[in-house]
């Protein structure tokens, strides 16, 4: 049995909204770094990145991430970049079951237009585009992506998703 379980992915692929859902199905505790790193230095991390930039909250998500993954038992999301700085990719491979939620750029982009405010890593990219930026930006991502011990296609509906993280940690 699964009990500690990190969700990878790009801004809008569904790790809250999975997360959620397989930790109610599991049984086991859930945790949103980004709510963590929050909780942990006292702001959000939108103001985070915007007022401390991008290198401060990289820091302090590191730190967050090995507050969580020291507990016995888990479901994090983690950020869409978390996998992809220092060695926090192999920090989350030793210690837990790693899953891939992939999804297209285009179904990213579709997501993420009408919420990009709430994004600053997005918030200045023009609508028109945000999918070329976003192919970009998971050709840069993927390498660490894809090191995941398990893929999810995560185009489709939350039901469908859940369904098939399931049937892989069977
Ligand atoms: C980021 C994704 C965000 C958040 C921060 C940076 C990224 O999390 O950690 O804005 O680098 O992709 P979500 O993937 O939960 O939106």
């Known amino acids: 049995m699964h009990t500690k379980i990190v969700l990878l992915g790009y801004m809008g692929s569904g790790k809250t909204t999975i997360g959620h859902r397989l930790a109610n ?7 949103d770094l980004d709510e963590v790193i929050g909780q942990m230095f006292g702001m959000s991390v939108q103001y985070m990145i915007t ?45 837990s079951t790693s899953i891939y939620l992939q999804c297209n750029p285009g179904t990213l ?43 999810i296609d995560a185009n489709n509906s939350p039901d469908i998703v859940l369904e098939d993280v399931l049937s892989a940690l069977d």
């Open 25 to 31: 199905e599991l049984k086991l505790p859930f945790w």
């Open 51 to 95: 007022r401390k930039g991008e290198l401060y909250f990289r820091e302090c998500e590191q730190k967050a991430l090995k507050v969580v993954i020291s507990n016995q038992a888990y479901i994090l999301a983690t950020g869409g970049g978390t996998p992809c700085y220092y060695n926090n990719l192999e920090v989350i491979k030793n210690s």
């Open 109 to 151: 982009a579709e997501r993420l237009v009408p919420e990009k405010q709430n994004r600053p890593l997005i918030a200045d990219i023009e609508d028109d585009f945000m999918t070329e930026f976003i192919a970009k930006h998971l050709f840069e991502r993927n390498p660490y992506y894809q090191q995941a011990h398990y893929t």
